[in-house]
């Protein structure tokens, strides 16, 4: 094994294939932070404004690279992640939507599965911004063949672009980002259609539309090309968001048409309270320590250390995998929030794991 480091290591090389506005946004905070980037795009104008607004050093495939990311629709990340696993000895990662399908037809140790959640209603490479990812959460779908330099390597470019990596399973993350990203797009399209098919007899309808119906359609001012691949690659999960949805919608005009004042104020008073405590983000804690984790030089090990912390809330603020003298065994040192440390410390110990604790100045 290879120590790795998190964002404060020295610069990588890294091959961006797809330089719209997540591509871009990649390689203009990567460069930022001293990064070479190669850009590629199946049209070459655009990889051309890349290296113009300096979202990218060059123009081709770095044969040296030490990670490519994907970022190109769902449908095409299997067989381009392929090629950059023939052509380069580096990680490889991708930013699409849905993972399970990439990560059955892509399962290579090399390959770690991931999705920024984070967007704009800019297209392509004229919005592209460096700090796109600042604050978002990242997730990281890593194989169970999953190697730890690989995915130290991808986990480091989240960290660099100021972003908060979680790891789970590939389904797990399809049926959660069907109900939190997937299934809110395609309410937002219905109701922006519906409103639009009422201005034929409505004209002024439109022009009455307030804060809150232009807030909730938002969404649906997105690219939508990249729709049609989301919704087959993830079709069960969506559908079974959207029948949740539908039975929602049918409570609650049961409710209406019972003129059930009380009940329609329930569900308002509970989703209010829900909106309000949504997560606005991740910070850095007062009072941090490092925990030093002996593991087996074997795959998976990492992506399971991570994926336990995802399911404890804990924020991996750093991680680095060092050498053992203990033969093929090596150590895993993460940061974490103080207040987190006994609950992280109790479940790695739950599942065989001897870790060792620090407290940080």
Known sequence: ????????????????????????????????????????????????????????????????????????????????????????????????????????????????????????????????????????????????????????????????????????????????????????????????????????????????????FRDMTRISAGRPTIWPDICVSNKTAIAAGLDRLIESLSAMRDHVVAADGEAVLEVLERARDARMNLPTGYAVADELVEMSIPIPDQPGEIAAIASLATELDVNLLDLELTHSGEGRRGVLITVIDAARQERFFGALVARGYRPRVRVLD
């Open 1 to 212: 094994m290879n120590a790795a480091s998190g964002a404060n290591g020295p610069p990588l090389r890294v091959t961006i294939i797809g330089t719209g506005l997540i591509g871009g946004s990649i390689g203009l905070g990567l460069r930022r932070a001293g990064w070479t980037v190669h850009a590629v795009d199946r049209d070459p104008s655009v990889a051309e404004r890349a290296v113009e607004i300096g979202a990218a050093d060059a123009i081709g495939r770095d044969p040296d690279a030490d990670l490519t990311v994907i970022a190109t629709p769902v449908g095409a990340v299997a067989e381009l992640a392929a090629e950059a696993l023939a052509g380069t000895s580096g990680a490889v990662t991708d930013v699409g939507s849905t993972k399970l399908d990439v990560c059955r037809a892509v399962d290579h140790p090399r390959f770690i599965g991931g999705h920024p959640m984070a967007g704009s209603e800019q297209d392509g490479i004229f919005g592209a911004d460096g700090d796109l990812f600042s604050g978002a959460t990242w997730v990281l779908t890593p194989g169970e063949v999953g190697e730890g330099k690989p995915f130290t390597r991808v986990r480091r470019m989240v960290r660099t672009l100021g972003a908060e990596a979680v790891t789970l399973g590939p389904r797990e993350h399809d049926q959660m980002v069907a109900l939190v990203s997937h299934v809110p797009h395609l309410t937002a399209a219905s109701l922006m259609v519906l409103a639009d098919d009422a201005t034929d007899e409505h004209r002024a309808l439109l022009r009455l539309a307030a804060g809150g």
